[in-house]
């Protein structure tokens, strides 16, 4: 089945610090690869997705590549701000895996801490 | 353009008893998807529903069902709840399309099961 691993938080850096949030996945077909960011008390938000291998996504100053050969989608940012604390969450979406329905697949989530 | 809503905001349930959370989809939507979040996980898929039929499910047993309205907002219903239900239930919304879409988030129900 698919499924998606994160590295465990909490991660907390200081602010103007450069952040990595390692993701790798494990896919039956060709997934779509997504990242999302949750607030505290909001839901979730879609931070920036690619859809096919060598793509980059980027949103905020945030950026993700998809990499096939290493299955990974790791999220960085070259300088943090306190603002972009939050939970990150790494998903897929596999078309080829049956059912037909769009139903992502989330990792646990990092919980990213900003000191100022 | 009005976003995804979704009531109640929290709730609490005895063992047994049955729940209904309700969503309603961002305007041109006409797909939703329900997804449980258990404290400290990632969300769990537990069934997509389009043109009011159910489109796709992850692994919930039956007493978890769903219900969309020709408007396209949406019902969970969850019968003989377990405390393992306790959660947030998270509604998304989508249009659905051949190419992979964004599916936008409600706020959640926190659902506490004593």
């Known amino acids: 089945g698919n499924s998606v691993t994160q590295m465990e938080g909490p991660v907390t850096l200081s602010e103007e610090a450069f952040l990595t949030i390692n993701c790798t996945y494990t896919?039956?077909?060709?997934?779509?690869l997504f990242w999302y960011v949750q607030y505290p008390g909001e839901g979730l938000q879609l931070l920036l997705k690619?859809?096919?291998?060598?793509d980059k996504g980027s949103n905020k100053g945030f950026e993700a590549t998809y990499r096939k050969e290493t299955t990974s989608f790791h999220l960085e940012k070259g300088s943090v701000q306190v603002s972009d604390s939050a939970v990150y969450f790494c998903?897929?979406?596999?078309?080829?895996?049956?059912?037909?329905?769009?139903?992502?697949?989330f990792g646990k989530g990092t919980h990213l801490i900003i000191q100022p | 353009e009005t976003g995804v809503t979704q009531s109640p905001t929290h709730l609490i349930k005895t063992r047994g008893q049955q729940v209904t959370l309700r969503c309603s989809s961002q305007?041109?939507?006409?797909?939703v998807s329900w997804y449980q979040q258990a404290l400290g996980q990632g969300p769990q898929f537990i069934f997509q529903?389009?043109?009011?039929?159910?489109?796709g499910r992850g692994n919930f047993p039956p007493r978890f069902s769903g219900l969309q309205f020709p408007n396209y907002s949406s019902e969970l219903n969850v019968n003989a709840l377990e405390l393992d239900d306790s959660a947030l239930y998270l509604c998304?919304?989508?249009?659905?399309?051949?190419?992979?879409?964004?599916?936008?988030f409600g706020p959640g129900t926190r659902l506490t099961v004593l």
């Open positions: 998304a919304s989508s249009r659905l399309s051949g190419v992979p879409n964004e599916q936008f």
């Open positions: 896919a039956t077909g060709y997934p779509s």
């Open positions: 690619a859809t096919k291998a060598d």
């Open positions: 998903a897929l979406l596999d078309r080829n895996s049956g059912g037909g329905a769009d139903g992502l697949t």
């Open positions: 305007s041109g939507h006409n797909t």
């Open positions: 529903y389009y043109r009011e039929e159910e489109n």
